[in-house]
């Protein structure tokens, strides 16, 4: 199991004279200038961003002691913060525990347990502890459709090419933020967001709602959600290889490197890692970012030129998406 605490770290009141406040995490991530990150030992690991903690700690169930790391990684960084002028939010701090499908993954820590969320938000993306998603997906739904009838008002004063731009702005954007998360969910969860698209092209086309959709997608040459969250995933596994990502997701991906050498050694292929867990082991970046890609053909994973490769990346899922 993994406990998430999620907190905010916010200075004393006084003058700032080096900088904007008004910012939050998602907009930069520029550290508190002027102080040192603490160095605490414990058995998770953290996560900074501005005035944004995060705190990841694997506990075990039949372990009574199991938080005694988190109780004391707190208490360290409230004596840190103390020390630099800082102060922990206690009331955005929040604690949520992802456990496995068992009948004994509820368990008790004792008097000292904090009160775990059924769902925090990291980033603007909400996270359940059964990895759902289904309140992520409500709260894009809700926002999308509140943004489709406004520009539903104002479409008689735009131009078809500045209401192409609104509906990749105010739409597409939600559609496709952190879309990488949505992979292996129930398809009723990504039904709802195909209508929020389905919604946007028929906006943007002027078709009624009895006129078949996948020929409007067609038309505007949109991929369908499905289709987007592989087009995310793909590009991620492209830049990892060529070394374009993160080191945190480069080293997720391995280059196949067979024994001697062979024809099918000059096409990319990747390594697939074991994994234990069925229901989500199956859905991390580092098992089916090399299924999707191994799945390409081979002239396509050949590609080290990044527009060369999305473009042709987009006709590949678009021919997937509409021409079978």
């Keep these: 199991m993994v406990l998430l605490l999620c907190g905010d770290i916010h200075q004393n009141p006084g003058p700032v004279d080096y900088q904007d406040r008004v910012m939050n995490a998602l907009q930069s991530a520029v550290p508190i200038y002027g102080v040192k990150t603490p160095r605490i030992h414990t058995q998770g690991s953290s996560v900074g961003k501005r005035d944004d903690l995060q705190i990841y700690l694997p506990v075990v169930l039949s372990n009574s002691s199991a938080l005694d790391p988190l109780h004391n990684f707190i208490r360290n960084i409230r004596q840190w ?49 059964g990895m759902i998603f289904g309140k992520q997906i409500s709260a894009v739904v809700k926002a999308s459709f509140y943004q489709l009838r406004l520009l539903s008002k104002v479409k008689p004063f735009l131009s078809r090419v500045d209401l192409e731009k609104a509906v990749h702005a105010f739409i597409s954007s939600r559609l496709d933020y952190c879309n990488a998360l949505y992979t292996r969910l129930n398809q ?47 590009m991620f596994v492209f830049k990892a290889i060529n070394g374009l990502a993160p080191v945190y997701l480069a080293e997720l991906v391995v280059v196949y490197q067979p024994a001697r050498t062979l024809r099918s050694s000059e096409h990319t292929a990747l390594v697939m890692p074991k994994f234990n ?18 799945a390409l053909p081979e002239q396509l994973r050949n590609n080290t030129e990044l527009c060369v490769f999305k473009s042709q990346l987009k006709t590949h899922l678009f021919r997937q998406a509409f021409d079978t």
């Design 188 to 234: 009723s969860l990504l039904n709802r967001l195909q209508l929020v698209q389905n919604a946007a092209a028929r906006l943007l086309s002027d078709t009624s709602k009895r006129s078949h959709i996948s020929l409007v997608l067609r038309s505007l040459h949109w991929l369908p959600v499905r289709f987007r969250v592989e087009f995310k995933i793909l």
């Design 277 to 294: 867990y069925k229901k989500f082991g199956g859905r991390s970046f580092a098992v089916l970012g090399p299924k999707l890609w191994n």
């Design 81 to 129: 913060l103390s020390q630099n002028f800082l102060h922990l939010n206690e009331g955005k701090t929040e604690y949520i525990l992802f456990t496995p499908d068992s009948p004994n993954s509820s368990p008790s820590f004792g008097p000292l347990t904090p009160p775990f969320a059924p769902a925090v938000r990291n980033l603007g993306v909400i996270f359940d502890s």
